[in-house]
């Protein structure tokens, strides 16, 4: 019965290095959803798959930022050359579907921060 | 594009009392549903309510209710017999019909219960 989990909890890295967040969604929920949430900010979609396809991926702000969700479970958000502005808690959530019937879980989030 | 406003960044209340969180949106469509959220500070997103724009009548949740007035675009939460545990962030959140579970987020209300 475990909920929506991610990984690293914190993240630590320099200005310019790669970084890979990784979500463990429910078991059997199909929809997968990565928001940004800066300090003292409401989230931000980014981007959000169904299966193991990017559904939308209108929320990601620059080519730096990619996901994947190669066997339709877990999800990994890459991004690339990190800068200081990327600093926040990216959250996941999953849902069994991507229908209003199906509310999301979300997990605790992954907090970046780019020295 | 979609807009959620929350007007209130802090407030507190008297454990035991009520309390009433604002929330105003912004949208052309006519078709969407609205949300309610809880951040504790443990960081999960938790739902606490949702109201499809469709229905006239106002969502209940035990100590939770909502006062949706369409034509004024307001979604306003109300918080009845307010207990310690209740304290934490609350967003206010919007999403078109049909829109795969992606959700617009206001920037969140700051709520104290104090004993």
């Known amino acids: 019965g475990a909920g929506v989990s991610q990984t690293p909890s914190n993240k630590v890295t320099e200005k310019g290095k790669y970084v890979e967040l990784r979500c463990d969604p429910i078991?059997?929920?199909?929809?997968l959803y990565w928001y940004r949430q800066s300090l003292g900010q409401g989230p931000e979609f980014l981007i959000y798959f169904q299966g193991t396809g990017a559904a939308d991926d209108s929320g990601l702000p620059n080519d730096r930022f990619f996901a994947v969700r190669p066997e339709g479970s877990v999800s990994t958000l890459k991004i690339q050359r990190t800068e200081r502005g990327d600093s926040a808690m990216y959250l996941c959530?999953?849902?069994?579907?991507?229908?209003?019937?199906?509310?999301?879980?979300f997990g605790n989030g992954t907090r970046l921060t780019v020295t | 594009a979609q807009t959620v406003t929350q007007s209130q960044p802090e407030m507190s209340v008297q454990e035991a009392e009520t309390v009433t969180l604002s929330c105003t949106y912004d949208?052309?469509?006519?078709?969407?549903?609205l949300f309610w959220y809880k951040q504790p500070p443990s960081r999960q997103m938790i739902l606490v309510i949702r109201q499809e724009a469709y229905k006239q009548q106002n969502a209940t949740e035990n100590r939770f209710s909502v006062n949706f007035q369409k034509a004024a675009k307001s979604f306003s939460l109300k918080i009845s017999d307010s207990q310690l545990g209740d304290t934490a962030m609350y967003f206010c959140a919007f999403m078109l019909y049909n829109a795969g579970n992606m959700l617009t987020f206001g920037g969140g209300t700051r709520l104290m219960v104090k004993p």
């Open positions: 078991s059997g929920h199909t929809a």
């Open positions: 959530a999953s849902s069994l579907d991507s229908s209003y019937n199906s509310p999301l879980h």
């Open positions: 949208t052309s469509e006519s078709n969407y549903y």
